[in-house]
C-alpha cells in the first residue's frame, strides 16, 4: 500500500523510527500520504492528544495503521480515549486551515 512507503519514506528523511512518527510528525506524514494518493482525504482530531490521519477508500490509516480502520477511534492513538471522542472530533483538513499549514 503506498502509505507504507510513505511511512518508511518519512523514517528516513527524519532517521526517526515508525513510533515517532505519531509523536510530532503525523500532520507531515498525512500530507505526504495524501499527496502520493490524492483521493485520500487529511482529518485531524485536536482535543485531548492533536493528531493528524487520512480517510482513504472507506477506511482511516495513520502511520501506525497500514491497513485501516473502519472507525477513526480505533487508530491506536485514541484506543486509550476512544469514549471521549465523538465521531463530529475528527475536522477534514482543507487548505487555509490554521491548525495545521501546509
Known amino acids: 500500500m503506498a502509505f507504507e512507503w510513505v511511512t518508511d519514506r518519512l523514517c528516513r528523511h527524519r532517521q526517526i523510527a ?8 503525523c500532520y507531515e506524514w498525512a500530507s505526504l500520504a495524501a499527496q ?26 495513520d502511520a501506525d495503521t497500514p491497513r485501516g480502520v473502519r472507525d477513526w477511534r480505533s487508530l491506536p492513538l485514541f484506543r486509550g480515549c476512544r469514549n ?3 465521531p463530529a472530533s475528527a475536522v477534514r483538513w482543507v487548505p487555509g486551515d490554521r491548525f495545521w499549514h501546509r
Open 18 to 25: 515508525l513510533e515517532q512518527i505519531n509523536r510530532g510528525h
Open 36 to 61: 502520493r494518493c490524492p483521493s485520500a482525504q487529511i482529518f485531524y482530531v485536536r482535543r485531548l492528544v492533536p493528531h493528524a490521519f487520512i480517510h482513504f477508500a472507506g477506511l482511516w490509516f
Open 84 to 86: 471521549l471522542l465523538t
